[in-house]
């Protein structure tokens, strides 16, 4: 049994977690990096600038970046702030190496990819949070956002190789203060978040914080808006010197127009507008809710132990009607559309009970992680489908208000059910001054159940235990430079039925990287670069014959990407990305034959966003900055030749500060009006970027 290969370390640990002797020998260590001063940050804490130099994504511990074998990109909130931006796909775009991939009718984050690799995986503080179909995370509630490049499944568990995104979110804060900031935009688009921060007591034991955000959106596209409400109470209580308590919730209230985008007849562009809806305006809204409740209990056991135990539970449902576009006539200008009816209910219930230590053998330093998790996750889902028939669209000249199509229905109905249970270990070694290591596996058993009602209850049930490991070694070439290199792979189950009713097998990935970490100026500047090589089996994709998907074989991703962020001078920062991507099918079918690009993939993009802040005169405090963003060619239908072309956007922006509690802020985005399409899933389901608009916006800090 893979378990047993865990005992040894397991016990060691314990024996350690006894001996009060050991624990003395590393307290002076101990006492040394807790120590909080103004210049300290915390992993989970804001970020001065854009140069993080700390995150626990990577470790599940507070770890210095440039001390982890591993490419690790961070985007503090401070990037989404400067674009006037609440978009996490936005932000992503810094990281390197991260496209958009189909974010269904714009309801959600529902996919990107990472490194090549199509995921539809997030976490947040450690939890999986894309269960089901999760609304897009809300920035009024994000501290950073993380991606950990490459697989991370002995940490995480089941997850793609690409790499894993985990937003860190807004934690209760020692100092009162409120945010107040309101913002009007291009096409009547209207938000207004607020940050209110408080101490609950005199001694300051006891925090509280909640973030409100509320939009009222319309956009470019015509007939097409969305309206939020969002709200993320916390607080943290610290019970004695030795252990803590943090409790988060958000809520969210997401309604909008199902948007598919628009079509490019024989794989053409020209003639459509771009703000043209091929939808029903009368089909009303879709609407998103969701729920999560966090509780995380943090106990030091002495100087050089701790526990950790935390639970989270998360409930969602999304419900409601579109007519959505299927495909293009031979004429040239309309395409068939189908009315689908859509209900949607699930709750996903995870807890974590973690033990982390620091001890010696011999020379080396230990820094130990032992972890258990258990996962119960549940989704009902019903998608109702009523073929068009004459229920067909003018793609020049539409012509809305049409009855609705009565053929004979079909779709899906079925629930299923997940349940998983883990352990993983992983130890942090310091072996000498200048060498560092990391060993890490994972044991996952999960069980799939599905039933499936529209097959007159069709059971289809899997098990699998799968272990998964990573291993990565880091020398500091001097003290500005350390080069590394990781292995490590990948699980996930594949959810859904094929077109027999029958589970699929799950994926697997390996990836293998090298790099170099690098601070420059003084460390004011860093800089990552990374050669990866990434292999994934047992992949699905849909099938647009069928509308299902299928298990499509194996694929591959190569390349290398780059990232810089810093502060460069006291008045400029800057946060930027490139990276190369060769990712392709290596093994397929008549459909999506090998060789075969992955959809949406470019093979070059890059990014760039620099900022100068007045540091004297009656502007101190002011800033401007521009943002450069180039994404290359890439595939827009899996298998076919259609293909979404190259573009770049430039976006100006500047902030006033009138006085000390007063900022006033303008950006103008895609300032040459650049026409493009910033993803697409076939030739009639393309999602056009927005043309040049402006967004004005007023920050109180009371």
Request: proline share 4%.
């Amino acid at each position: 049994m893979p378990s047993r290969k865990f005992a040894p370390l397991a016990g060691l640990a314990l024996g350690l977690l006894l001996d009060p002797a050991h624990a003395e020998e590393t307290t002076v260590e101990l006492d040394a990096i807790s120590v909080t001063t103004d210049a300290y940050e915390s992993a989970t804490g804001p970020v001065t600038g854009y140069r993080a130099t700390r995150s626990a994504s990577a470790t599940k511990t507070d770890t210095a970046l440039r001390d982890i074998p591993q490419s690790i990109s961070v985007i503090p909130a401070t990037v989404l702030k400067d674009l006037g931006s609440t978009s996490v796909e936005r932000a992503l775009e810094f990281a390197g190496g991260v496209s958009r991939q189909n974010n269904f009718g714009g309801l959600t984050l529902y996919e990107y990819s990472v490194r090549g690799f199509t995921t539809s995986e997030f976490y947040q503080d450690g939890f999986s949070a894309n269960r089901g179909y999760p609304s897009t995370p809300d920035a009024a509630n994000i501290e950073r956002i993380e991606v950990l490049k490459g697989p991370a499944a002995s940490l995480y568990g089941r997850g793609d190789p690409g790499g894993t995104v985990n937003i860190v979110t807004k934690k209760p804060q020692a100092e009162a203060f409120t945010t107040v900031q309101t913002s009007a935009g291009s096409w009547d688009r209207y938000r207004t978040a607020v940050d209110v921060n408080t101490p609950l007591d005199s001694e300051g034991r006891v925090l509280s914080r909640v973030n409100l955000a509320v939009e009222d959106n319309n956009s470019f596209r015509d007939h097409v808006g969305s309206k939020r409400v969002f709200v993320a109470p916390s607080f943290s209580w610290q019970l004695n010197p030795d252990t803590s308590l943090l409790v988060e919730s958000e809520f969210v209230r997401h309604r909008s127009i199902f948007d598919r985008g628009i079509v490019a007849p024989n794989n053409h562009w020209g003639g459509m507008s771009r703000s043209t809806f091929l939808g029903e305006p009368n089909d009303g809204d879709i609407r998103n809710h969701n729920n999560r409740l966090q509780a995380t209990l943090e106990h030091h056991l002495n100087d050089a132990w701790k526990l950790r135990l935390a639970s989270h539970y998360k409930q969602g449902s999304l419900w409601g009607d579109a007519s959505e576009s299927r495909a293009l006539n031979t004429d040239g200008h309309t395409v068939n559309r189908r009315y689908r009816e859509r209900s949607t209910g699930w709750h996903d219930s995870i807890t974590q009970l973690e033990l982390r230590g620091l001890f010696d053998i011999g020379s080396w330093q230990h820094e130990l992680l032992i972890g258990t998790e258990y996962e119960d996750y549940r989704k009902k889902e019903r998608v109702t489908t009523i073929p068009g028939g004459a229920y067909a669209i003018d793609i020049y000249n539409p012509v809305y208000g049409q009855p609705k199509p009565n053929g004979k229905p079909t779709g899906t109905d079925f629930f299923e059910q997940v349940k998983s249970q883990a352990l993983n270990l992983q130890d942090q070694i310091i072996f000498t001054d200048r060498l560092r290591g990391m060993i890490g596996a994972r044991f996952e058993h999960f069980e799939q159940s599905t039933d499936d009602y529209a097959r007159n209850h069709a059971k289809s049930r899997q098990t699998h235990d799968a272990l998964t490991q990573r291993a990565g070694l880091l020398y500091q070439l001097t003290p500005q430079v350390g080069v590394f290199a990781n292995a490590s792979t990948s699980f996930k189950p594949n959810n859904g039925l094929d077109a027999g009713g029958k589970s699929f097998k799950p994926e697997e990935g390996v990836g293998y990287e090298v790099g170099i970490k690098s601070e420059l100026f003084d460390d004011r500047l860093s800089a990552t670069l990374a050669v990866f090589h990434i292999e994934k089996e047992n992949v699905l994709a849909r099938d647009p014959a069928t509308d299902t998907d299928r298990a499509m074989g194996k694929a591959r991703s190569q390349g290398f990407d780059l990232q810089l962020t810093g502060q460069v001078t006291d008045a400029v920062r800057v946060i930027g990305a490139f990276a190369y991507i060769d990712a392709e099918v290596t093994k397929g079918d008549k459909t999506i034959p090998a060789g075969s690009r992955i959809l949406g993939v470019a093979k070059r993009s890059g990014s760039l966003l620099g900022v100068y802040e007045f540091q004297e005169g009656a502007l101190r405090g002011s800033d401007l900055g521009a943002a450069f963003t180039y994404v290359g060619d890439r595939s827009g239908e899996a298998g076919g030749s259609f293909e979404l072309p190259a573009y770049h956007t430039v976006d100006l922006l500047a902030h006033y500060k009138a006085t000390e509690n007063v900022t006033v802020g303008l950006n103008l985005n895609n300032l040459f009006d650049e026409k493009y399409y910033e993803r697409s899933y076939s030739n009639y389901w393309v999602n056009p970027g927005e043309p040049r608009n402006l967004t004005v916006s007023l920050t109180l800090n009371l």
